[in-house]
């Protein structure tokens, strides 16, 4: 039976996509960051891990519900979308409002956190030492020398690191919701499985 005729296609392998993962992996150093540098008490803590948490929970939700509803899929996604978006402007503010430097997009430590791939929060914090210490570019050889970054604090460089994050994060997702929407268009979503099956049926002897 080909992939498109099924009437419950293979659904929920969320864990596989990058999008997930990057997701997953912001909410895990959001929760640090959140308990380290955020009064534990105040609305802003809770608005964060909220927001990165919602992330990670919609992608999980609308990859089940493809199955059944392509159209909830696409609409959690871009929950997920939105959410972390709003994470993002949780962290430029943190930075903002404290007089911390946003680091430029084409800046080698945010490009070495990205080449480093990491796995989990603990990989962000070795990464956030290296930076700290200097070690950054080509996966923590020296990048620079430490007199030259005198002032630079672990709140900057973890806030700055889960931005580039969630820009990778928000990029797959914005080509996962373009791919949703052209599959959507093409295929259609549960509704028209169910009458192409019930016209197959019908059509046996």
């Keep these: ?41 105040s609305r802003t803590h ?16 609308g990859s089940q519900a493809s199955g059944t509803s392509k ?49 989990n929060a603990d990989a962000v914090a070795t990464w956030a030492i290296d930076v700290k210490n200097g070690r950054y570019g080509q996966h923590g050889q020296a990048g620079a020398s430490t007199s030259s970054i005198p002032s630079i604090t672990y709140p900057e460089i973890t806030a700055n690191g889960v931005l580039a994050l969630l820009a990778v994060a928000c990029s797959l997702l914005d080509r996962q919701l373009a791919s949703l929407a052209v599959a959507f268009e093409q295929h259609g979503g549960f509704t028209e499985r169910l009458y192409r099956t019930r016209q197959n049926t019908r059509r046996k002897p």
């Design 1 to 41: 039976m080909k992939k498109e005729s099924q009437l419950i296609p293979p659904h929920g392998g969320y864990r596989n996509l990058k999008s997930f993962q990057v997701a997953e992996l912001v909410y895990d150093v959001t929760v640090r960051f959140c308990n380290k540098y955020i009064d534990r008490k």
């Design 46 to 61: 809770d608005q964060m891990v909220q927001a990165a948490r919602s992330g990670v929970q919609n992608i999980a939700e």
């Design 71 to 119: 159209k909830m899929e696409l609409k959690l996604t871009n929950v997920a979308r939105a959410s972390l978006e709003e994470l993002r402007r949780d962290y430029e503010d943190f930075l903002r409002q404290r007089g911390l430097p946003f680091w430029d997009w084409n800046d080698p430590r945010r490009a070495d956190l990205i080449a480093r791939r990491p796995a």
